[in-house]
């Protein structure tokens, strides 16, 4: 199942979206510039920009779902051992 | 366009919500049993709660033309007290044979610890034994994936399980598509910032069709919107899709979800597009 709109439909309606977002974006980056204390060294600023080049890259299908990715926790197959639990299938 | 919203928490919404909710099109709703916002000190007071769930709640609703269908549980929030979880399921078959129930729910993960997992399969296992259907809460932000992971490693490794008969709550992008392969039905929760939008909803159902996928509000006492289900039709509207298509996702999907319950007597309104699908 697709969108029942062409792009250029999509991309009439959410130009203005778009753009109004990245500009949200960039407002929050000047903000944090103009703050005090230094924020580069805070691992949440490498998922963010992990997450920003993801969405800038036109080749990489799925760029929500790998956003999403980006900030998660990991799983671990082994996570009941991990957490101590008996492994019990019923 | 009548609908359903299959997960939403009006105990702490007022009336005037259940009166727009029905100025909206809502026609029946179902709430799962919640944190209340702070950990709960005794049995007696989730005792009350249920009260709360199977009577007061649905009266009010009533009131509106709505009709209320509740699930029960201990919430995993408060599932790191072990022993007052135990209390809260032994107690928890009172209840489970009055009018409205639907089942066990929102059960789930929250920081995806061991007592959490070990009260969810407790739960999973009260359920099986009472033969009702589950509702599942899956964690929050960068807690979703893994917690979800282990929840569908928790209920495939019950045999007795029939995920035809699970909802599993609260998906997104990364977690939607482990869920519908494993033939387990997936709610979509409209919470702009730590959840779902309803443009991501929309877009969802364009990815992967609208079989076993449900749209919600969970309303509740946080920052959230009881209406955002119509939010949803809206969008699904402007991008030209089908009446039809959006009414098996906000109204027949939770009714063929829901009617594997024998505490889910429905009326479907008396109206031609309401009446599509046998009850």
């Known amino acids: ?90 | 366009m009548y609908y359903i919203d299959p997960h939403i928490h009006m105990v702490s919404r007022t009336t005037d919500d259940y009166e727009t909710l029905a100025r909206m099109g809502c026609v029946a709703l179902s709430e799962p049993a919640f944190w209340a916002g702070f950990d709960r000190g005794s049995v007696e007071s989730f005792r009350d709660y249920f009260r709360q769930l199977t009577d007061f709640e649905k009266n009010r609703a009533d009131q509106f033309g709505i009709q209320h269908f509740t699930w029960l549980c201990i919430n995993a929030k408060e599932a790191e007290n072990v022993e007052l979880s135990r209390q809260v399921i032994e107690m928890i078959p009172e209840f489970l044979d009055l009018p409205g129930v639907l089942g066990i729910g929102e059960i789930g993960l929250n920081k995806n610890t061991r007592n959490e997992s070990t009260i969810f399969m407790e739960h999973v296992d009260l359920a099986v034994h009472h033969d009702q259907q589950i509702l599942i809460h899956t964690p929050h932000l960068e807690d979703k994936y893994q917690g979800t992971r282990m929840i569908l490693d928790m209920l495939l490794s019950n045999d007795h399980v029939d995920p035809s008969r699970v909802l599993i709550d609260h998906v997104e992008e990364h977690t939607v598509e482990p869920v519908l392969a494993e033939g387990f039905w997936a709610g979509m929760t409209l919470y702009p910032i730590s959840k779902c939008t309803p443009q991501r909803a929309a877009d969802i159902i364009e990815m992967y069709g609208p079989d076993r996928l449900m749209v919600n509000s969970a309303g509740d006492w946080g920052p959230s919107k009881p209406t955002a289900v119509p939010d949803f039709i809206i969008e699904m509207r402007r991008r030209g899709h089908g009446e039809q298509l959006i009414r098996k996702v906000v109204y027949e999907n939770p009714v063929e979800f829901f009617q594997q319950s024998k505490g889910f007597v429905f009326e479907p309104p008396e109206l031609p597009e309401a009446k599509t699908i046998e009850t």
Do not use: H
Request: aromatic share 6%; hydrophobic share 35%.
């Open chain 1, 1 to 90: 199942m697709s969108s029942p709109m062409t792009a250029g439909e999509v991309l009439e309606r959410e130009y203005l979206e778009i753009r109004a977002k990245i500009l949200q974006l960039a407002a929050s980056f000047d903000r944090l510039d103009r703050s005090g204390g230094d924020y580069r060294q805070d691992p949440r600023l490498g998922l963010i920009q992990q997450g920003l080049q993801l969405v800038a890259d036109e080749s990489c299908p799925d760029r929500a779902e790998k956003v999403q990715l980006v900030f998660s926790r990991e799983f671990s197959e082994n996570w009941r051992e991990e957490l101590g639990l008996e492994i019990s299938r019923s």
